[in-house]
């Protein structure tokens, strides 16, 4: 019989999965970002799931770091969209051809 | 097995595939914002009350608020609107599939040799022990956040403030 901390580690594996297939498969850059995001809720899924299993204060406490750099990384990566999108006039990722190196 | 567990489990799977499937990004946003409460719900019911309070105002109240009002500032007639999928969805599936096998047999679902799981809702993740905790052990770490925020501010300010068209 599956327990809960199987059932929702189960979860994050399949939440993970299903915004890998979003990053790989969708055009729009927003989309994408956007499934970035699920992928990273997926994590912190499994890791508030294994810090109740493992009852640790501090892997709860630390959730509130990933939870900072998330904060950190959306602003960046937001306006890196603006960014991208005034320059390119499009959201299309099938355009972004000009990135080097 | 926890019934409302199951029931939000269910509801935030559904959201994750629906942000993948909606033609609209702000759909597809609504469907994300969704997707946050319900794991913020399976934190609560997990007594894990901190990180659900965390994930109701950073994300839904903050990352979500940011990122619907770049929908809001961009163009809605884009060609990606109607051409929704890339030409890889099929190797995406099955890389995909592969790697939800690999990441199951690596984290060990329903491992026999497993400890025994404490029940549900004994963890003392209460407000009072988080924040003696937090501020006791974590302070220097809270202070190299707030540095880590700041360099978040001023990356975003110098991206914003090039020139479009360079």
Partial sequence: MMNDYDLLIGLAIAIFTTGLIGVVVRRNLLVVVMCVEVMLNAVVLAFVTFAARSQSLPGVAMTFFIYIAAACEIAVAMSIVVLLAKRRGSLDLAHGDELKG | ?166
Avoid at chain 2, 93 to 114: D, F, K, R, S, T
């Fill in chain 2, 1 to 166: 097995m926890n019934i409302m567990i199951g029931i939000f489990a269910s509801l935030a799977l559904i959201a994750a595939v629906l942000v993948v499937v909606l033609r609209q990004p702000m759909r597809a946003a609504l469907a994300l914002i969704a997707h946050m409460i319900c794991l913020a719900a399976i934190f609560a019911c997990l007594n894990v009350h901190v990180v659900a309070l965390f994930q109701v105002l950073i994300y839904v109240g903050a990352v979500m608020v940011l990122m619907i009002y770049t929908i809001m500032l961009l163009d809605d007639s884009d060609p990606s609107y109607v051409k929704v999928f890339s030409r890889w969805s099929v190797p995406a599936i099955v890389v995909a599939a592969v790697v939800m096998v690999a990441l199951g047999v690596l984290l060990g679902i329903a491992a026999p040799h497993a400890p025994a799981a404490p029940q549900i809702g004994t963890a003392p993740f209460g407000f009072p022990e988080f924040s003696i905790a937090f501020m006791s052990r974590y302070w220097l770490h809270f202070e190299i956040a707030t540095a880590l925020l700041a360099i978040g501010i001023v990356a975003a300010w110098t991206i914003l403030s090039q020139r479009a068209g360079r």
